[in-house]
């Protein structure tokens, strides 16, 4: 009998043993995977952004992530709040070599001009490029930690395969890879978004002091991030409402009121501070935040306009913003002058041969569509059918809406984040870009990988090869594109050659490609030193070698669009520079007509 126990023993022993083993064994190979999925993806990045010369709106985000750690307020940062441009700057703040004057000497500083004060270190971040490059790798090492937080998350909540997809799609995704690399807070956003879903879920789960205290610290991040991420707050409280009604609650009862407002209360008092605290408690009224004398008569008028002259609601308005100080009131003035009064008046816009200062409300639609690489379409399109076939199978068996919600909740807190986002986003006035819906990203690629997953648990051949293909060919979109991320546009529009006859601004011309540019222009004038060669000459036609920017020839006003008419109608295109530079070679201008030195003499 001992000797069986024994034997029994020995035999348990070796095969927990060998559980182990497997066990640790497939630990290894999908710590392995992550990892090596991460440098792929910060190899795309990091070697990509070498090439790319600072974008429009980098120099702006320097000089304000440095004033956060060298001035003596935040007057500057009111375009967006400051948590990630301070990040990014970082590896600045200790060069010796780079210095602004953030001293009530220099007028730019005192009137708060962000613009000017970034052109003070344009020519720095343009000569030398190790200093930006520095400050773009901080963005990157954020890319990595949304990478590896996208897979914890969706391994955690929905199992190891959907992981293992959701973050190959996240790591050849061109969008992710195009804002990752820049220093702005659009790849900020999204990794706060995302992480304030999390919190939510994990609350919604535990419903504990510590879940909640983490919820509102992520919330407060996202709202020290960037102005837009706000819209949040209440698809949060509209998914927690579904929640918990899915889970039995009587949601317009006065104990459930109550709580929410409770729960909203105190969570605005949360963020309330943490802002206040970022901002160094520094107390000013509304008025005295606007240290731009006319920045505070923009705010008058725009009272006028709704309100008259004279009545109630000016006159409380103008008393309130003057009498009453409030702890980081640069917050509160950044809020107003980009969310609020930049909705009112708009922004200059093109769409596909249109113009507006209001934009349209398939924007942002209409840009996903031809951004967004055509695999990832289709996987999401899939899933979408996949959903609704279960949903039908499931409704069929009896099933109740409720029950269903309360099943799948993770998954219906994230749909509700994302179309109210989505929704939020079509109905504004400002249609700057993509970039403002990558926070979107993220979540549609976890839906990709859940219809994935649905679609090979089939294990037919068909299923394999399926998905197989659709991930070879965003890696192929990915590679083939590099390190050009920002000009992507799927074949839908017939690649990135044709994106600005689309799209422009962020979408494809950020002013990334001087270098290549500048390239150019030193390799024709070595090769053709007679020949004239001209960088955006204006709309007097020229001979030689034109090279127009997209932004230029296509224009975010039609009065811009008109500037070149006389090269888009007479001559064809003899080459391009990344996607975003057209270059003509105009022999002779003897057949231009007429009609077009009218236009010049006019525009002039």
């Keep these: 009998m001992i000797a069986c126990s024994h034997h029994a023993t020995t035999a348990q022993r070796s095969t927990l043993m060998d559980h182990n083993f497997f066990k640790n064994k497939k630990r290894i190979i999908a710590f392995s995977g992550v990892v090596f999925l991460l440098v792929v993806f910060s190899l795309q990045a990091t070697l990509s952004i070498r090439h790319k010369s600072p974008t429009y709106d980098e120099q702006s985000h320097v000089v304000r992530g440095l004033a956060f750690w060298q001035a003596p307020d935040l ?8 948590v990630i441009n301070a990040f990014a700057a970082l590896p600045l703040i200790f060069d010796k070599n780079i210095s602004v004057d953030f001293s009530d000497k220099n007028e730019d500083w005192v009137l708060a001009d962000k613009n000017k004060l970034g052109n003070t270190l344009a020519p720095k971040l343009y000569n030398e490029r190790n200093v930006l490059f520095k400050s773009r790798l901080m963005i990157i090492f954020l890319g990595m930690y949304l990478g590896l937080a996208l897979f914890l998350f969706t391994k955690k909540y929905f199992g190891a395969a959907p992981a293992f997809i959701a973050l190959t799609i996240y790591t050849f995704s061109p969008n992710i890879l195009a804002h990752t690399r820049l220093v702005t807070t659009d790849f900020g956003a999204t990794l706060a978004i995302f992480l304030a879903a999390w919190a939510f879920i994990n609350y919604t789960e535990k419903h504990d002091k510590k879940s909640l205290a983490l919820l509102f610290l992520a919330l407060s991040f996202a709202a020290l991030v960037k102005f837009n991420t706000i819209v949040i707050f209440p698809a949060l409280l509209i998914a927690y409402a579904v929640f918990s009604w899915s889970h039995g609650h009587k949601i317009f009862s006065k104990e459930f009121i109550f709580r929410i407002l409770k729960l909203a209360i105190l969570g605005a008092i949360t963020i309330f501070l943490i802002i206040a605290l970022v901002y160094r408690f520094d107390t000013r009224t509304f008025k005295d935040a606007h240290v731009n004398p006319k920045r505070w008569d923009e705010f008058i008028s725009l009272i006028e306009e709704n309100h008259g002259t004279s009545s109630l609601q000016k006159r409380f308005i103008e008393w309130t913003a003057t009498n009453i100080p409030i702890p980081g009131a640069f917050y509160y003035q950044g ?69 269903l919600l309360q099943k799948h909740s993770r998954l219906v807190s994230i749909l509700i984040l994302v179309l109210f986002y989505l929704a939020v986003s079509m109905r504004i006035n400002i249609n700057l870009g993509l970039r403002h819906i990558l926070p979107l990203y993220p979540f549609l690629f976890i839906f990709c990988a859940l219809g994935i997953r649905r679609l090979i648990s089939e294990k037919k051949l068909l299923s394999y090869l399926i998905t197989a293909t659709l991930l070879v060919w965003l890696a192929l979109d990915s590679l083939i594109i590099f390190p050009n991320y920002l000009e992507f546009f799927n074949a839908s529009v017939g690649g990135p050659k044709n994106g600005y006859l689309h799209l422009l601004d962020s979408n494809l011309f950020w002013n990334q490609d001087q270098y290549y540019v500048d390239e150019y222009v030193s390799n024709f004038r070595s090769l053709h030193p007679k020949t004239p060669i001209y960088v955006n000459p204006g709309c007097q036609p020229k ?34 520079i990344a996607y975003t530079y057209i270059v003509y070679d105009v022999k002779s201008t003897e057949e231009i007509p007429s009609e077009y030195y009218k236009i010049c003499e006019n525009l002039e």
Excluded: C, M
């Design 543 to 576: 001979t030689g070698r034109i090279i127009v920017g997209v932004d230029k020839l296509q224009g975010l006003e039609e009065l811009h669009n008109i500037r070149y008419s006389w090269l888009r109608d007479n001559f064809p295109v003899y080459d391009r």
């Design 335 to 403: 809020f107003y002058e980009n969310v609020f009064k930049h909705n009112i008046y708009g922004h200059n816009t093109y769409l596909a041969g249109e113009y507006s200062k209001k934009g349209w409300w398939y924007y942002f639609p209409y840009a996903f569509f031809i951004k967004t690489p055509l695999p990832i379409i289709i996987s999401l399109l899939s899933s979408v059918v996949l959903a609704y076939i279960f949903l039908k199978k499931e409704l069929k068996k009896g099933k109740s809406i409720k029950k």
């Design 75 to 82: 007057r500057i940062n009111t375009h967006h709040p400051p």
